[in-house]
C-alpha cells in the first residue's frame, strides 16, 4: 500500500523516498488531504509514539521531520486548507547564556506544516533582543527554549521586560525545555508549558484560530 510506504519512509527519514512516494499518490489520482492525512501525518505520529517511548532521540526525529517537509512541499500547494485567513505568526528563541537549538529547531519543523510564520531568533537571545522583535513583528505567540538550568531565570527575564514595554498583554507565552516544567512555567507568568515538540504542535493544529480570534478581540 502506498501510504504505508510513505510512513516508513518517514519513520525511516527518507526524504528523498517521501518526495517520491507522495509525488507517486498524486499522480495515481490521491486527494492531497488524503496524502497529507493517511501518509505524511501517519507517518509523524508513528515517530512521535516511538520518541515518547524513548525508542527514538532527537536526531532522528529531526531526520523524520524533513521527510515529511519533503513530501508536504509537493502536497501543500494543492491544500484548500492552506488557504487560511489567520495562520498566525510566533516569534521563537532559546534564551540567554544557553547555546542548545535542537529542541527549537525540531519545534520550527513540526510547527511549520500547521501553516503559522514562525521567526526563529536562534540560540542565546537577550531579554532585549526578544522584547524588540516582539515589539516590531506583534507575534501571536512567543516560544522560548532553556535547555540549561543555570538559563531558565533568563525566561522570567524576557517575561518582566515586556511587561515593562506594556507588551505583554495579548501576547501568548510558551516555553519548553528540558529543565522546564508547569510549576516553573505559573510561577515565572508563562501561558503554556509543554514537554515536547509534538505536543505544541498538536496544540496549535487544535487551538491556533482560537487563540489569534482572542487576541484579535
Given at each position: 500500500?502506498?501510504?504505508?510506504?510513505?510512513?516508513?519512509?518517514?519513520?525511516?527519514?527518507?526524504?528523498?523516498?517521501?518526495?517520491?512516494?507522495?509525488?507517486?499518490?498524486?499522480?495515481?489520482?490521491?486527494?492531497?488531504?488524503?496524502?497529507?492525512?493517511?501518509?505524511?501525518?501517519?507517518?509523524?505520529?508513528?515517530?512521535?509514539?516511538?520518541?515518547?517511548?524513548?525508542?527514538?532521540?532527537?536526531?532522528?526525529?529531526?531526520?523524520?521531520?524533513?521527510?515529511?517537509?519533503a513530501?508536504?512541499?509537493?502536497?501543500?500547494?494543492?491544500?484548500?486548507s492552506?488557504?487560511?485567513?489567520?495562520?498566525?505568526?510566533i516569534?521563537?528563541?532559546?534564551?540567554?547564556?544557553?547555546?542548545?537549538?535542537?529542541?527549537?529547531?525540531?519545534?520550527?519543523?513540526?510547527?511549520?506544516?500547521?501553516?503559522?510564520?514562525?521567526?526563529?531568533?536562534?540560540?542565546?537571545?537577550?531579554?532585549?533582543?526578544?522584547?524588540?522583535?516582539?515589539?516590531?513583528?506583534?507575534?501571536?505567540?512567543?516560544?522560548?527554549?532553556?535547555?540549561?538550568?543555570?538559563?531558565?531565570?533568563?525566561m522570567?527575564?524576557?517575561?518582566?521586560?515586556l511587561?515593562?514595554?506594556?507588551?505583554?498583554?495579548?501576547?501568548?507565552?510558551?516555553?519548553?525545555?528540558?529543565?522546564?516544567?508547569?510549576?516553573?512555567?505559573?510561577?515565572?507568568?508563562?501561558?503554556?508549558?509543554?514537554?515536547?515538540?509534538?505536543?505544541?504542535?498538536?496544540?496549535?493544529?487544535?487551538?491556533?484560530?482560537?487563540?489569534?480570534?482572542?487576541?484579535?478581540?
Amino acid at each position: 500500500m502506498l501510504f504505508q510506504a510513505i510512513i516508513k519512509s518517514i519513520a525511516t527519514g527518507d526524504a528523498e523516498q517521501s518526495m517520491a512516494l507522495t509525488q507517486r499518490a498524486l499522480a495515481q489520482g490521491f486527494s492531497a488531504e488524503s496524502v497529507l492525512e493517511k501518509g505524511l501525518i501517519a507517518g509523524m505520529d508513528r515517530v512521535a509514539e516511538k520518541f515518547r517511548k524513548q525508542r527514538v532521540m532527537v536526531p532522528e526525529v529531526l531526520m523524520a521531520s524533513r521527510a515529511m517537509h519533503a513530501g508536504l512541499s509537493l502536497v501543500e500547494p494543492l491544500l484548500e486548507s492552506t488557504k487560511k485567513i489567520c495562520t498566525g505568526k510566533i516569534v521563537m528563541g532559546t534564551v540567554a547564556g544557553d547555546l542548545h537549538d535542537i529542541g527549537l529547531s525540531l519545534v520550527k519543523m513540526l510547527v511549520m506544516s500547521t501553516g503559522t510564520e514562525i521567526i526563529n531568533l536562534g540560540v542565546d537571545v537577550t531579554p532585549k533582543k526578544f522584547a524588540a522583535v516582539v515589539k516590531k513583528e506583534k507575534p501571536h505567540i512567543l516560544m522560548m527554549s532553556a535547555l540549561l538550568t543555570t538559563t531558565m531565570s533568563a525566561m522570567k527575564e524576557v517575561i518582566d521586560e515586556l511587561e515593562s514595554l506594556g507588551i505583554r498583554k495579548n501576547l501568548i507565552i510558551i516555553v519548553g525545555g528540558a529543565p522546564i516544567d508547569a510549576s516553573f512555567a505559573k510561577r515565572i507568568g508563562a501561558d503554556y508549558y509543554f514537554e515536547d515538540a509534538f505536543e505544541v504542535r498538536s496544540f496549535l493544529e487544535d487551538n491556533l484560530t482560537k487563540l489569534i480570534s482572542k487576541k484579535l478581540k
